[in-house]
């Protein structure tokens, strides 16, 4: 049973317009979530992150916004670029047994149109 | 300052063969772990390194999986004998910390047929 949930597949936007990313979790006990980056045949890399405590985060063109009330989650980049066309995860960190890991999502396929 | 880096990029073996996995961490960073995305589906953990002691192995899907990390450096996967279920992307992640500030692999792509 997944825990972590990126409903949409893919998500297509105009270059210069906002791109919103959407996630959602089950586990209440999550206390931080994180959004990462992924390009062809390379690892993800770490792009933003949010604590439970926290409502938003923003780092430059990226916002991410925590609903906890509705364990939901959003990525939003304004304004969208064709470089940020890559798989989006979004991912939660749960401690088990003495260890942190991430709980992942499937992934959101981002394309920017120029 | 070098990455995390995997070998091999990509492998293709046999059904009932052997494959060995290897992760070179960030110098310095005693947390590696290895996570796997199956076709489709989400990265999954399987397991976590603190120096050479396994901290938690509890993704590890089977027995056919060994994970090692003699002298707490580099850390090696192995399965033997492979199946056609373990095809995927292998994942190797290190920190000085914990997850959150670790930094990912490119991945070994690993195909059984």
């Known amino acids: 049973d997944q825990q972590v949930k990126q409903n949409s597949p893919s998500l297509s936007v105009q270059e210069g317009r906002i791109s919103i990313l959407n996630c959602d979790y089950t586990?209440?006990?999550?206390?931080?979530f994180l959004w990462y980056k992924k390009y062809p045949a390379e690892g993800p890399t770490f792009l933003i992150s949010?604590?439970?405590?926290?409502d938003k985060n923003e780092d430059g063109r990226f916002t991410v916004f925590l609903n906890k009330s509705a364990k939901h989650l959003s990525l939003h980049i304004v304004p969208s670029q064709p470089g940020d066309s890559a798989v989006y995860f979004c991912a939660a960190s749960e401690w088990q047994g003495g260890s942190e890991k991430l709980v992942f999502g499937k992934g959101t396929k981002l394309t920017v149109n120029p | 300052e070098a990455g995390v880096t995997q070998f091999p990029s990509h492998s293709v073996i046999e059904k009932g063969q052997t494959v060995t996995l290897r992760c070179d961490p960030i110098?310095?960073?005693?947390?590696l772990y290895w996570y796997r995305r199956v076709m489709g589906k989400e990265i999954k953990f399987l397991l976590h390194f603190v120096k050479e002691s396994k901290q938690d192995e509890s993704g590890m899907p089977n027995n056919r999986f060994l994970a090692e990390r003699t002298g707490g450096t580099y850390s090696t996967l192995k399965v033997q004998p492979a199946e056609l279920e373990d095809s995927g992307v292998y994942f190797c992640?290190?920190?000085?910390?914990?997850?959150?500030?670790?930094?990912f692999g490119q991945g070994t792509r690993l195909t059984v047929v």
């Open positions: 992640a290190s920190s000085l910390r914990g997850m959150t500030e670790a930094f």
């Open positions: 586990n209440s006990m999550f206390d931080y």
């Open positions: 110098s310095g960073h005693d947390n």
């Open positions: 949010i604590s439970s405590i926290k």
